[in-house]
């Protein structure tokens, strides 16, 4: 039997877990991209901040897209050599 996790628990799994981190980068990205500079909905006072969130979240993602490519070579080269 499963057993169910508190909402502690769910709130640790999900900004730890690796989907959780990159759906909170995508979300980070998405708002910045809407309350930032030249957004849609553009509040002056704020919009150094989500323009710095914005840039928190692509950062994220590119951390995670380099490491993923250098597990893609790794594997690849340790596939050839075997």
Known sequence: MK?????????QYMFTS?????AIAS???GVGGILGT?????????KTFWDY???LGTL???VYA????YW???NTIKDIKD
């Open 3 to 11: 057993k169910k996790l508190s909402i502690k628990q769910r709130i």
């Open 18 to 22: 690796n989907f959780g981190i990159l």
């Open 27 to 29: 979300i980070l990205i």
């Open 38 to 46: 030249d957004g849609l909905l553009e509040i002056e006072s704020q």
């Open 53 to 55: 969130a914005m840039y």
């Open 60 to 62: 994220v993602l590119l």
């Open 66 to 69: 380099i490491y993923g490519i």
């Open 72 to 74: 893609a070579i790794r």
